[in-house]
């Protein structure tokens, strides 16, 4: 089991940057992949961007790709998320996930630890 907390959210410009990091405690991170979902109210929780246990292998949303990157350190047990370029429909509650296995999906059943969320306002 890892635990999760996410940080880096706030209030930018369109066009801007920004950087999420989510910090995991737990003997096991490395044996997970990670993903980061997002999620507005009202609507489900959207997988946005997904890495494999050994950070080889990504995926992401296909509004997302080539504005955000996926990575990891499993030496520190953390996992960011470069958010650039970003746009006001980016807005969203962003929360760090821990698959059950070492390779992702973007399913959200396949996930089984969160973090509590942080918020990202995107003014336009």
């Known amino acids: 089991q890892v635990q999760l907390v996410e940080s880096g959210g706030g209030l930018v410009q369109a066009g801007d940057s920004l950087r999420l990091s989510c910090a995991a405690s737990?003997?096991?991170?490395?044996?997970?992949?990670m993903a980061w979902f997002r999620q507005t109210q009202g609507t489900e929780r959207e997988c946005v961007a997904a890495i494999k246990w050994n950070g080889r292998e990504t995926d992401y949303a296909d509004s997302v790709k080539g504005r955000f990157t996926i990575s990891r350190d499993n030496a520190k047990n953390t996992v960011t998320l470069q958010m650039n370029s970003l746009k006001p429909e980016d807005a969203a509650v962003y929360y760090c996930?821990?698959?059950?296995?070492?390779?992702?999906?973007?399913?959200?059943?396949?996930?089984?630890?969160w973090g509590q969320g942080t918020q990202v306002t995107v003014s336009s």
């Open positions: 996930a821990a698959h059950v296995t070492a390779h992702y999906t973007r399913q959200i059943h396949d996930y089984y630890s």
């Open positions: 737990g003997r096991s991170f490395s044996s997970f992949a």
